[in-house]
């Protein structure tokens, strides 16, 4: 069958086999039995072992698997259902673990809506469980600077905490697509802050237009999580980019706490994709 993805290497449309995915050029990549494709060039390719480790990986799933981020998965869900046709086609730009990705495709299915499903993320480890997770969607090793997806093709693209590709996620939108960016809140996770840093600040809120799309809103997604032992919040701690800046004395002091409550605070933006008249990225 046709797969969403496109050859990386000559951008000639990708037949999706059992076990490997090949284009009419004679270029063939393998299907892993883990369930995800390996599309990132070489000269695309910064690291030995790109995206979250395997450690990082375990952490960010074990967390999302708790449900403690469902409102967000849940605002995603509803908008998803809003904007998309009948027999929509959904990428997730820097989809991780899959769990925002199976929460779409999910809620899209149960309504009748026939979704097709593609994700990247540069992260093998990250790959292996989204394949669990959404196992009729197609999941690569890809940078969204380069999709390896064709133009036009995506009614809705998700981007949660991942690069912002303007240039890209435009190009693979269809005319009149939907795009849901997901950032921090002001008080993103602040009693977690408090207790790592002598003086936290709040995060920047602003609402910054983009060319080639239209605003259309921000949905604010509220509410206080309860990580009820140690290992959830380090979970938590893992995922996040304080996670590599902290000092030793904040770090220890959270991984002192039996418990915590946090405030968890989101922002999803909602673009359109304009038209030509709307300039493009």
């Not at 990708?14 to 299907?31: I, K, T």
């Not at 009614?155 to 949660?160: G, K, P, R």
């Not at 840093?197 to 809103?217: C, I, L, M, S």
């Amino acid at each position: 069958m046709e797969s969403l993805f496109r050859c990386p290497l000559c951008a000639q449309p990708l037949d999706r086999e059992d076990r490997r995915y090949h284009c009419p050029q004679g270029h063939s990549f393998d299907r892993g039995a883990a369930g995800y494709v390996h599309l990132l060039p070489a000269n695309q390719k910064h690291a030995k072992d790109p995206g979250d480790d395997k450690g990082m990986a375990a952490a960010r799933n074990r967390f999302l698997s708790g449900d403690h981020y469902a409102p967000l998965r849940e605002t995603l869900a509803q908008l998803a259902l809003a904007h998309t046709p009948d027999r929509p086609v959904l990428l997730d730009a820097g989809c991780g673990e899959g769990y925002y990705s199976a929460g779409l495709f999910q809620t899209l299915a149960q309504a009748g809506k026939s979704p097709r499903l593609a994700g990247v993320d540069l992260s093998k480890h990250a790959l292996r469980r989204a394949a669990k997770r959404v196992p009729d969607g197609e999941f690569a090793v890809a940078s969204v600077y380069h999709l390896p997806v064709a133009d036009g093709v995506a009614d809705l693209l998700v981007d949660c905490f991942s690069p912002l590709a303007l240039t890209e996620f435009w190009r693979v939108l269809k005319p009149g697509g939907w795009f849901l960016y997901v950032v921090p809140g002001a008080r993103h996770l602040w009693e977690l802050k408090q207790v790592l840093y002598d003086r936290p600040y709040p995060n920047e809120e602003k609402q910054t237009p983009y060319p080639g799309f239209a605003y259309r809103a921000i949905r604010e997604v509220d509410f206080t999580a309860h990580l009820p032992d140690p290992q959830t919040i380090q979970d938590l701690f893992q995922m996040t980019p304080y996670f590599w800046k902290t000092p030793k004395e904040g770090a220890a002091r959270l991984a002192a706490l039996p418990s915590l409550d946090t405030t968890v605070s989101f922002r999803v933006h909602v673009f359109q994709k304009a038209g030509q008249e709307g300039g493009t990225p």
